[in-house]
């Protein structure tokens, strides 16, 4: 069971805890600068988040500590997830698990649908 | 924009979506997300959809830049230094407010049971501002003055020699066209009539006369010289203010002091503006010395915006707080 901390890193983003999420989990798969996130994002989860809304995340992600940026001589600055950011992803997802398998049992026991 | 860029082409475009953010983000995120827009603009060259994005994102960094929402510890001094401007703004307007009402009953009682409880109700406030505005100055001053003293003050001397010298003429100016003043008519007021002058004297600029130039071409040009000065003045000294808590790291406890001072100054400025809406919802009553123009409606309207401003702002440097 993920600590209270852990998982206010994430839920105390509020509206930005979607775009949060799935950056993180993006950059769990390696370092990546803000076009390849997107594409990225696009690929596994089928949302395009826009650019405004990508960096009021990623701003946001780096001052809580969650990722950092990686020295680079390209204009297009790459990120990585820092360990802080691991386990607050790991502790948002456990919970998000936990929210699915409950609706999913009940929907297989009450509507029939696996 | 890259050299050689047009105006119709993706880097001129995405230099132009990115003067929605404020200077210091853009040094921090500027080329990177130029690189960003560059790219998203190449698969979808016309997206109203993007546009609002980036308006949207660049206008909450602006706010973000002042403290009136956001996130990371720096906030919290840009939250108190922006409460600071809306609180003094507050205080311009508020002031001429009081001195008219305070200046009223140095010649005579108030009719209006309304406008006597206002007097008494922005009196208080007056008061309860003074000792918030005390603390919270001392305790910027013990900070900023440690840190001159131990040669850690690049960035604060400018700023406080501004505070001091603005602050100084205010308060000279003030007192002499205070002494100017016609007198107490013999009534004994609510407050002293030596400070109900002074606060007359140095919210004189705050004035329906602006809109009647004839009317202002009679006064003495000494008056007239002062009524342009002071709002100067008293704009220096705040911006000086902002600067010096924003640039003297404040440390977390002094923060916090700083905060609940600044929820307080909060509740007072709430107690004003109801005290201050008791006086004009009766436009004034008798005499007319009391009476309650179109310029206090204004005046209230700004009152309630400020208020706004200064609450949300308050509201956001506790949120911070609690995560130190």
């Known amino acids: ?114 | 924009m890259r050299p050689g860029g047009t105006p119709g082409d993706p880097a001129a475009r995405a230099a132009r979506l990115l003067r929605w953010y404020p200077r210091a983000w853009r040094a921090r995120y500027g080329d990177e997300f130029a690189e960003l827009l560059i790219a998203d603009i190449a698969e979808r060259p016309r997206s109203a959809a993007r546009a609002l994005d980036v308006a949207r994102g660049g206008t909450v960094a602006r706010l973000a830049g002042v403290g009136l929402c956001g996130f990371g510890d720096r906030h919290v001094a840009a939250s108190l230094a922006t409460l600071g401007c809306s609180l003094a703004v507050f205080l311009g307007i508020g002031a001429a407010m009081w001195s008219q009402l305070t200046i009223g009953w140095q010649w005579s009682r108030s009719a209006s049971t309304l406008a006597t409880v206002a007097t008494v109700t922005t009196s208080a406030a007056m008061l309860a501002f003074l000792a918030l505005g005390a603390l919270a100055a001392l305790l910027v001053l013990a900070v900023v003055a440690a840190r001159i003293a131990r040669r850690q003050g690049k960035g604060l001397i400018g700023p406080s020699a501004v505070f001091v010298a603005a602050s100084a003429i205010l308060f000279i100016g003030g007192r002499h066209f205070g002494n100017g003043w016609p007198g107490t008519g013999g009534h004994r007021g609510l407050v002293p009539g030596g400070l109900a002058a002074f606060e007359w004297a140095t919210s004189l600029s705050v004035s329906s006369y602006w809109a009647h130039p004839g009317a202002l071409a009679a006064f003495p040009a000494a008056e007239l010289a002062w009524m342009s000065v002071s709002p100067l003045t008293v704009a220096c000294a705040v911006t000086a203010a902002a600067k010096l808590v924003r640039r003297a790291e404040l440390p977390p406890r002094a923060l916090a002091i700083e905060t609940r001072l600044a929820a307080v100054a909060c509740v007072v400025m709430a107690i004003f503006l109801a005290g201050s809406c008791c006086w004009i919802a009766t436009g004034g009553g008798r005499p007319s010395l009391f009476h309650a123009g179109i310029i206090d409606v204004a005046g209230a309207g700004v009152l309630a915006a400020t208020l706004a401003v200064a609450w949300q702002a308050a509201r956001t440097a506790a949120l911070r707080i609690m995560e130190y």
Do not use: C
């Open chain 1, 1 to 114: 069971m993920p600590s209270a901390d852990e998982n206010k890193a994430l839920t105390g983003f509020g509206r930005y805890a979607g775009p949060a999420t799935l950056i993180l989990s993006s950059l769990a798969g390696g370092t990546k600068h803000g076009y390849a996130l997107t594409k990225d994002i696009e690929s596994f989860a089928g949302v395009r988040i826009s650019p405004g809304t990508l960096y009021e995340a990623l701003a946001r992600l780096e001052s809580q500590g969650l990722i950092e940026a990686v020295e680079s001589g390209d204009r297009r600055r790459p990120y990585r997830l820092t360990a802080a950011g691991a386990v607050a992803l790991k502790a948002h997802l456990d919970a998000q698990r936990r929210v699915a398998d409950v609706g999913l049992r009940r929907l297989a026991g009450n509507w029939g649908a696996a």
